[in-house]
């Protein structure tokens, strides 16, 4: 067999030697494998002298035809047989570790499926010679998928598996049987088995399957660049549609076909093209089929593609962002092509006469459509017109494609003239003070370019991506959600998602001013500096240039630089305590900025990943909002003072237990011991709760030595999490001790509260989370928890030795290990309360609050609080703390002894 090779494969290999070398080898393994590994060598060197990504997954893939086709010879299995490429094989899309899909077509003359013995000589050896054959091509370090089938078995399978035919609709012919591979080109025609309006809908359908599978967004943090939104699956999918309905072999076919303008196919071939490199290094760079673009290749890939840190952004994000424009560029143009497809194959037989909505638009088969093509050049403000009659007709199922074609086209149109008519911020602000449709229309803005091009500073933050654990989206996608999450609390509907938010929202007179700071909240990221504060300006200006009065423009632009501050309190400070929601209630000034902001913050919050919003969240925000609400309808001159705080405190308590029956004299003498702080730390609830424990207790002669440490636990439905009461002998190591043993239960903790008596007994209260940041509701769960606790305990109270940090059980994910933080350590002054507040943020890491409380041991540091806040991959956790004489540590030299045994622990984790 002589084999024509172009000379650009033969810088790969010498193919013809191999020719020669196989027709006088008693093996082939030996010739066909040293070919493989140097057309990966050569290839991987070609890639990195940034060689034209199309010629090199083309040449690979007729690389390996001739492989196969030797393979396949050596064999003699050309009788009676065909091989075939089918999948992105067939399409002559080969990366380098990429399937290769392989149909082995056989005659149906010669059957395969009857025992080994009952085959007739010539089968036999056919048989066996097909199995050494794909031996072979696992032994040569070929990924193979194959099939062995006959036209017949082909077309069966086919017709009920949209996969299967879509795979052989890209078959071609690498060797064997000429005749048979076109018995089944011929039985694969439309007319035969799926015809193109069955075969358009159905890949249409597996197109949204596969959404769903991504949350129906391509801006996840780690992408799929194949089977996620915009990826090379959207492009294959308009392949597939396309050669059925048209029997094109390219994508650019359809330019001829009028189905996309020039322009429309350069984007695709540029996107596609974008994608294909990042996918060919990511296999470079796994040594493997990878198509995940996770966080461990994603700054090597930025750095391979010479992306460099500019101001306010790293190189990955750089990368990133390239990324998740193309990727949203191509999620765009798919839907308008497969609407388009819909319309000209499956909706074509529909009979229905275009209906008038006004001068400029029609209803066409219930899709919105430009009256004629010169629409937008006529009524420039029709671009934005057209999404305030989708609000407005909740029938309309869409933008018709031809008119989303219109729309792109026109773009250009939406300039600084655009913005200053009066016409079209009118319809903008309509958009926003529509009852319906908000979301969905802002987010098909987005799609189509519009809102970008309107809100000029909007388009900065379009695919920017946040290179962190706790952002699961890009910024223009986490504002649409934001904004999402503020709507539905208008929906009765949703009304139990958040029942607080909910019945705020109904008192609320303009849902627009939310609207408006939810989409501007975070548009100040990525350009350096506080993104709150450059977003304020320039929402500010916003306001002014749609006519919004003072008070509107002022709360507005209040909201976006403030969104922050009310999560930050809440997880970072004691809202308990008087002071603090006195000065917070100062900021936030009246009512109705607190109801603003408490919806913004929730909206805000729910919006940055599934996963971070929990009860335990949700408690702290609704407490901190009804005790503002309370100082607020006070009035802000009048804070209360401690010494009357305390006292309403015990006077409560104190009536709830002696309605239980106990004494007031035991109670007091049990609360004799106990600091004021304690009374300002606890509620009234778990104030009674501790006291009911420690009194029914064998231990609650407050006089006497405790012999045995007391563990309550429950779950506290208005606290949003479990709480963990701990009433036992002072210890130094007792916060270390405790979280080393949470943490090894796989429990997540977000707040310590420590309290010493004068009788040298402590009150430990500690709130948990299971790792999935829902409360511990199983009985035999918390059983367990419980033992678990009572055993460390006491073991440690009966033990003589040193205490000994244990080890962790946990190892750091995947994910922890790409995203090192430095530790820092930070001290501030609360002289108030005569106290020091350390903020500590770190890398989240197993046990590392045990590990921090091992170093304040060493230094010999009192912990009376800790408020615990994880964002994604780094925590940042304020302790309160003094030293043995509870004092305030205001020593340079002593803090930094601190800073040093705390950066020393959290870095041994590993």
């Keep these: 067999m002589q084999l024509t090779i172009p000379a650009s494969l033969e810088l790969l290999f010498d193919f013809t030697s191999l020719e020669s070398e196989l027709a006088e080898s008693q093996s082939p393994l030996l010739p066909l494998k040293a070919a493989i590994k140097s057309i990966y060598e050569k290839q ?61 077509l056989h005659d149906s003359e010669h059957p395969l499926d009857i025992p080994l013995e009952e085959q007739t000589e010539s089968n036999k050896e056919f048989v ?76 249409i359908q597996e197109k949204n399957q596969r959404y769903l599978k991504f949350n129906e967004t391509a801006y996840n943090l780690e992408p799929n660049i194949k089977e996620g939104p915009g990826g090379l699956r959207d492009i294959q999918i308009i392949g597939w549609v396309a050669k059925r309905h048209f029997n094109v072999e390219s994508l650019k076919e359809l330019v001829g076909h009028n189905f996309l303008t020039p322009h429309e196919y350069e984007q695709l071939e540029n996107g ?94 219930g899709y919105i459509a430009a009256a004629n093509k010169n629409v937008f050049r006529n009524y420039p403000f029709a671009l934005l017109e ?51 449709g908000i979301t969905h229309e802002m987010r098909r803005m987005n799609r189509y370019g519009v809102l970008a091009a309107y809100i000029p500073e909007f388009e900065q933050v379009v695919g920017q991506m946040q290179h962190d654990l706790y952002h699961a989206y ?32 109904r008192y609320i007179p303009k849902p627009e001013i939310l609207y408006i700071a939810a989409l501007f909240h975070d548009i100040g990221k990525g350009r350096g500096g506080r993104h709150e504060e450059k977003g304020a300006v320039d929402v500010e200006k916003f306001c002014q240039k749609h006519d919004l009065n003072h008070r509107d423009t002022r709360l507005i632009s209040w909201l976006v630089r403030n969104h922050l501050v009310m999560s930050m309190t809440a997880q970072r400070k004691d809202i308990n305590d008087p002071a603090i929601i006195h000065e917070f209630a100062l900021l936030v000034g009246e009512s109705q900025y607190l109801d603003y902001l408490y919806m913004l913050t929730v909206s805000d919050i729910r919006a940055t990943s599934p ?32 010494e009357e705080y305390i006292k309403n405190f015990k006077s409560i308590a104190l009536g709830k237990l002696i309605d239980k029956g106990y004494s007031k004299d035991e109670i007091m003498a049990l609360w004799n011991t106990l600091p004021d702080e304690y009374f300002i730390k606890f509620q009234t609830e778990e104030i009674t709760w501790q006291t009911v424990a420690i009194l029914d207790s064998s231990e609650g002669n407050t006089q006497e030595k405790l012999k045995k440490p007391i563990v309550l636990i429950r779950t506290h439905d208005e606290r949003g999490g479990t709480e963990i009461f701990i009433y036992t002998r002072k210890e130094e190591h007792m916060f270390a001790l405790v979280t080393s043993t949470l943490s090894q239960l796989m429990l997540d903790v977000t707040e310590a509260k420590t309290i010493s008596s004068a009788n040298n007994n402590t009150f430990h209260t500690y709130f948990v989370l299971e790792e999935d940041g829902k409360s511990v509701t199983d009985k035999e769960r918390i059983q367990t928890i419980r033992l678990s606790l009572e055993d460390k305990l006491t073991q440690e109270q009966e033990s003589q030795e040193s205490f000994v940090l244990p080890t962790a059980s946990q190892r750091l994910s995947r994910s922890q290990k790409q995203f090192s933080l430095e530790t820092k350590v930070q001290f501030d002054e609360d002289l108030e309360n005569n106290q020091t507040l350390m903020t500590i943020t770190a890398s989240n890491r197993p046990a590392l609050l045990s590990h921090i409380g091992q170093a304040l041991i060493e230094s010999e540091v009192c912990l009376d609080n800790a408020k615990i806040s994880t964002f994604g991959e780094k925590v940042e956790d304020v302790f309160v703390i003094r030293d043995r004489n509870k004092q305030m540590i205001t020593d340079i030299k002593q803090q930094e002894n601190i800073r040093r045994a705390i950066i020393h622990r959290v870095d041994e984790i590993e």
């Design 474 to 505: 890009t910024v223009d996608e986490h504002t649409l959600k934001v904004l999402r999450n503020a709507r539905r609390l208008f929906v009765p509907e949703h009304a139990n998602e958040l029942p607080l938010a909910s019945k705020i929202a």
């Design 44 to 104: 991987t060197q070609q890639f990195q002298e940034k060689h034209n990504i199309v010629h090199l997954i083309r040449e690979r893939s007729h690389a390996i035809d001739i492989v196969l086709t030797l393979a396949w010879s050596y064999y003699n299995l050309g009788n009676n047989a065909a091989l075939l490429a089918v999948g992105g094989y067939g399409r002559g899309e080969l990366h380098p570790f990429s399937d290769i899909d392989l149909l082995l």
């Design 128 to 203: 066996e010679n097909l199995q050494l054959f794909i031996t072979l091509l696992w032994d040569i370090g070929l990924e193979i998928g194959h099939s062995v089938r006959t036209v017949d078995e082909c077309i069966n399978e086919a017709e009920n598996d949209i996969t299967i035919i879509s795979n052989l609709m890209e078959s071609r012919l690498i060797t064997g049987d000429q005749t048979l591979y076109e018995q089944l080109s011929c039985q694969l025609n439309p007319d035969n088995i799926w015809p193109t309006k069955d075969f358009t809908a159905a890949k």
């Design 386 to 436: 057209v999404f305030l009659l989708l609000c407005q007709d909740p029938e309309l199922k869409g933008v018709r494609a031809s008119t989303i074609r219109l729309i792109r086209a026109h773009g250009y149109l939406i300039d600084d003239t655009f913005r200053k008519d009066l016409r079209c911020r009118t319809l903008f602000m309509e958009i926003l003070r529509q009852p319906f």
């Design 611 to 642: 996963k971070v919003w929990n009860t335990w969240k949700d408690s702290l925000l609704s407490q901190l909002y009804n005790l503002t609400k309370i100082a607020l309808n006070k009035g802000l001159e009048n804070l209360q003072q401690q």
């Design 272 to 365: 596609q093209n974008f994608l294909w490199k990042i996918r060919f290094a990511l296999h470079i760079l796994c040594k493997r089929h990878e198509e995940r673009l996770l966080f461990d290749y994603q700054r090597e890939l930025a750095q391979q593609f010479g992306y460099e840190d500019c101001k306010g952004k790293l190189a990955v994000e750089c990368f990133m962002t390239d990324y998740y424009q193309t990727v949203m560029q191509l999620e765009r143009l798919n839907e308008m092509l497969l609407q388009y497809f819909q319309e000209v194959i499956i909706f074509k037989d529909a009979n229905a006469e275009p209906k008038k909505i006004n001068r400029r638009f029609i209803n066409y088969k």
